[in-house]
């Protein structure tokens, strides 16, 4: 019986240090992510009150050509950045694990901004 105890105390005590960062999750990502897929189904400008709209909200984005033009400029961006910044990112290090004179600098040089922003 006491072994049970000391286990309940153990995984409350287990508990109560995960449950801020569990609230604050909650509080900070799930209730914004709730929010504005309900958001999303609904006519309101802030002001006024909340009329549901269902899905005419995704039918006129789908039709306005503004939102047609940056999903494509977007597409292409992403896909021309990505695999260019991989392969890019991959290539420095193989090199910088090679047996190059200049290893440590170019090290340091990479690394710096990480430094620099704190």
Do not use: C, H
């Amino acid at each position: 019986m006491a072994s049970k105890k000391a286990s309940f105390k153990k995984q409350l005590v287990a508990y109560s240090f995960i449950a801020p960062n569990f609230i604050g999750f909650a509080i900070f990502t799930l209730v914004p992510i709730v929010f504005a897929v309900v958001l999303a189904f609904l006519r309101w400008d802030g002001s006024n009150p909340m009329e549901w709209a269902g899905f005419s909200n995704f039918t006129e984005l789908f039709d306005d050509d503004q939102f047609k033009a940056a999903l494509k400029n977007t597409i292409v961006y992403t896909t021309g950045t990505v695999p260019l910044t991989l392969l890019a990112s991959l290539f420095l290090a193989v090199i910088l694990n090679q047996g190059i004179k200049a290893r440590n600098f170019f090290r340091t040089v990479s690394f710096f901004p990480y430094i620099a922003s704190l």
